[in-house]
């Protein structure tokens, strides 16, 4: 596990966390190519099938990054993200997986620097949880699909 | 609708852990309603179990199949196709479905995968509260379309009781007290005269007291 490095899935609204992403590059921030961005129209698009699907499919990380609280743009998308959010981490932990695994994340579009750094600090975290458990065992099997 | 709430994990899993290859049946109505079984919750409840399986390095295969209707012996047959490839069924409709998968597949283990809660209403979003106890003979017409069997916790014909406390039941200051809301209603029709009237001892035998219950349409039975 020494040189593990995981694969991390941050679904990332369009209007925010995908554009603060943009940000981050053209500010010449670097952060982790570990993280693999999904960008949806919304935070709120984000199904708790989804995020779980990522895990199933051997993510080690998953967060969902929204606008902040109060800046959706399409109302609530970002408050019902974090719920679904919350629902994962619930079902995540009823079968034996550390529900830390997964997070919420809000930014707006100018946060570049919050960006880099989120995916900097969940990299980091994710390391050190380890690869996530359900993927070791598909790795000795056949690699997902 | 019938209400229904999935399973702790734990419980289902203990269920299916000595088979490989199961059916995951959902149902389109009630339960999808109340967003416990139907083809959204399946999916979810089907990933799950299978991330469960590869953590113990086993597998587990889930045909997954939501069913029109799981209480209708013409839709329950549509299992027919999958029933011989697979070792048990776990079904996440009401107990009502679970027992014509039983009824209908004999030789096949069937496990519910939900907890079959009660006939409701949404209150609001995410939101279910019993309304209905099939009680057989529905008074609703004599208490202003408030249920006192359902909703008043002591069940009682002629409420209130004394811990009716600003219209909440003394169980809880979240429950309504449904005598209170029976009271507001005739008073709000001008029907106070009917709340004087003293209900009779109910007639439970139309009820679950008379053992179970069946319902015979003549112009329609064959
Ligand atoms: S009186 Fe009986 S049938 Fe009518 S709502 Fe109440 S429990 Fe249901
Ligand atoms: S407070 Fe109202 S609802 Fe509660 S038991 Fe008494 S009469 Fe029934």
């Known amino acids: 596990m020494g040189n593990f490095e995981p694969v991390i899935v941050a679904f990332c609204c369009h209007y925010c966390a995908y554009t603060a992403a943009d940000m981050a590059g053209s500010m010449r921030l670097s952060y982790p190519s570990n993280v693999k961005i999904v960008r949806v129209p919304c935070t709120g698009k984000v199904d708790t099938k989804h995020i779980l699907q990522a895990f199933h499919k ?26 679904r959010v919350a629902r994962v981490k619930k079902l995540l932990s009823e079968i034996g997986i550390e529900e830390e695994r997964v997070e919420m994340i809000t930014m707006s579009a100018g946060m570049g620097e919050r960006f880099a750094q989120t995916a900097t600090d969940i990299t980091e975290k994710i390391r050190n949880l380890g690869p996530n458990p359900v993927k070791n065992i598909r790795d000795g099997q056949k690699q997902p699909a | 609708m019938i209400t229904a709430e999935r399973k702790p994990m734990e419980e289902i899993l203990e269920c299916i852990n ?155 200051p979240d429950v309504d007290c449904a005598w209170n809301l029976i009271w507001e209603r005739l008073k709000a029709l001008g029907l106070e005269k009917k709340y004087e009237e003293i209900m009779v001892a109910k007639d439970w035998r139309p009820s679950w007291h008379g053992g179970p219950r069946r319902i015979i349409r003549e112009d329609m039975a064959e």
Request: aromatic content about 6%.
């Open chain 1, 58 to 83: 051997g993510a080690d990380g998953v967060y969902v990054a929204g606008c902040l609280e109060g800046d959706c743009h399409f109302k609530n998308g970002n408050i019902k993200a974090a719920r």
């Open chain 2, 18 to 172: 000595p088979y490989n290859r199961i059916l995951l049946v959902g149902c389109n109505e009630c339960v999808t309603v109340c967003a416990a079984g139907g083809r959204k919750e399946v999916g979810l409840l089907s990933t799950a179990l299978q991330m469960a399986f590869m953590k113990e390095g086993r597998t587990l295969e889930v045909k997954e199949i939501t069913l029109e209707r799981q209480c209708d012996p013409e839709y329950v047959e549509e299992l027919i196709t999958y029933i011989d490839q697979v070792e048990a069924v776990l079904s996440m409709a009401c107990g009502c479905g679970v027992q014509e998968i039983a009824r209908r597949y004999a030789t096949k283990p069937v496990f519910p995968a939900v907890n079959t809660k009660f006939m409701g209403a949404s209150e609001r979003q995410g939101v279910w509260s019993e309304r209905c106890r099939g009680c057989g003979d529905c008074l609703l017409g004599l208490t202003g379309g408030i249920c006192p069997i359902a909703r008043c916790s002591k069940r009682l014909m002629n409420g209130p009781c004394g811990g009716s406390t600003k219209g909440k039941c003394e169980i809880s």
